[in-house]
């Protein structure tokens, strides 16, 4: 299995518009960050797309655009959504593309996307063959079983996604224990840390260590960062199974 992290940023990206930061204007390339998405490549070939924010078609062309099994979606917010438009090109013929969400997600697809629903559709629009999921209810993609985990994003519920021994979860603030148990002992749990500071609907960098610790995966990232969390990050003595995440990053598990 393989795991290629196409945006590692939080709702604005980094650099952030208007903001004049170190992070903003560092030429560091790893300070760099589209919006949140991951690539999970199965051990048969068949990648997994998990969310397709607005940043999508320049990420997927950065990766020489693979073909695609099928999309899990983690939420409806635009970040992880705005792109779910530039899909066509995988829309070929009669496929409907197979996309995995929960019913709400669903429900916000079909009404932000009316003309990939239409009972007469126009010529050349995406169209998707959606596939409603429930969190610990698992489900199986080219032979791969997958389980969506209940986090919440403040006070909206919403999924991450275990596929084998690697866990994805995003734009947490809490899980319940049930969560916590089903991450336990991973090869590698890749989880949000927006910022330093207190955050109403995100987890911070303390929160994000402390639910590695308590789940001791072999390997952790840390993914959906804001400018906050800029350079002193990579060398602020994190644990050592624990890297902070960046666009482009590959790795094999």
């Known amino acids: 299995m393989k795991l290629t992290i196409m945006g590692s940023g939080t709702s604005t990206g980094v650099p952030q518009i208007g903001c004049h930061c170190a992070t903003c204007t560092s030429l560091d390339p790893h300070d760099r960050r589209l919006r ?42 635009y970040d992880h959504v705005g ?19 929960t019913a709400d997600v669903a429900a916000d697809l079909r009404e932000r ?7 007469n559709l126009y010529p050349g629009v995406p169209t998707f063959d959606i596939h409603e999921i429930v969190a610990g209810r698992k489900f199986e993609i080219a032979g791969q079983v997958i389980e969506p985990l209940q986090v919440m994003h403040g006070q909206l519920p919403i999924v991450g996604y275990r596929i084998g021994n690697l866990a994805y979860i995003t734009d947490c603030k809490t899980m319940p224990d049930s969560t916590l ?58 644990p ?14």
């Open 36 to 77: 949140a998405s991951a690539i999970v490549t199965l051990d048969n070939g068949a990648n997994l797309l998990i969310d397709c924010g607005p940043d999508f078609r320049e990420q997927i062309l950065s990766i020489g655009a693979p073909e695609l099994e099928a999309l899990l979606i983690t939420h409806s917010h």
């Open 83 to 101: 792109g779910i438009d530039d899909l066509r090109p995988y829309c070929k013929g009669d496929r409907h593309f197979p996309t995995y969400c």
């Open 113 to 119: 996307n009316p003309w990939s629903f239409a009972k």
């Open 181 to 238: 148990n089903s991450i336990k002992g991973l090869d590698m749990l890749v989880i949000n840390a927006l910022r330093h500071d207190p955050h109403p609907s995100h987890q911070t960098l303390e929160d994000a260590l402390a639910i590695i610790a308590d789940a001791a995966p072999r390997r952790a990232l840390l993914t959906h960062l804001s400018h906050d969390m800029g350079p002193e990050v990579q060398i602020m003595g994190l």
């Open 240 to 253: 050592d199974n624990v890297a902070v995440a960046f666009d482009g990053l590959v790795v094999n598990l």
